[in-house]
């Protein structure tokens, strides 16, 4: 564990980059993670491991699910010390995004992997218009972090490449894992 970083929340280290990428968590007694159904690589028989509806109401999840996201979250609560494995769902990399409470970033459907337990999901309808001519789905997952900053683990289908923009820069491009609203 010497490449661990210290989130906003979690304490972490990605493996394997840039392809095949998973993420190591380690979990300080008390603390909790929740991640797509599916993502769970390995975990500490420290920790504990329950499933939930992945928004709160049913008609939120079932909208979750068309939108290319999973009805249940699984969490692993640490009753101490311990750590989880998570990885996407496809041969690809990891990135942690550090939001700030109130922060909203919106996730294209299908890139959330995991998140410290005070983020919040919401499913968007992008429009079909929009979806048609982008080429991809016609949702949105907006992650906000309430009560306190938070940390979000996305995956990408490849290496992620980053771009730095000024105050009001835009950068257009096809295929973009997420942006800060």
Request: charged share 20%; glycine share 8%; net charge neutral.
């Amino acid at each position: 564990m010497k490449n661990m970083v210290q989130g906003k929340v979690l304490e972490f280290e990605i493996l394997e980059k840039p392809t095949f990428s998973y993420i190591r968590i380690h979990l300080k007694k008390g603390q909790s993670v929740q991640c797509e159904r599916g993502t769970m690589i390995f975990f500490d028989p420290q920790l504990e491991i329950t499933t939930r509806k992945a928004s709160k109401g049913f008609l939120k999840s079932l909208k979750r699910t068309l939108a290319g996201e999973t009805f249940f979250l699984n969490e692993f609560y640490a009753r101490d010390n311990g750590f989880v494995g998570l990885a996407p769902p496809f041969a690809g990399d990891i990135m942690h995004i550090p939001i700030e409470e109130r922060e909203t970033w919106k996730l294209f459907s299908g890139v959330f992997v995991g998140s410290s337990t005070n983020i919040e999901t919401e499913t968007r309808w992008v429009g079909l218009k929009k979806a048609f001519f982008s080429g991809e789905s016609a949702f949105t997952l907006d992650c906000t972090a309430i009560n306190g900053p938070a940390d979000v683990f996305v995956g990408a289908n490849g290496a992620f490449y980053e771009i730095q923009l000024e105050n009001n820069q835009v950068f257009n491009c096809v295929n973009i894992a997420s942006w800060p609203l």
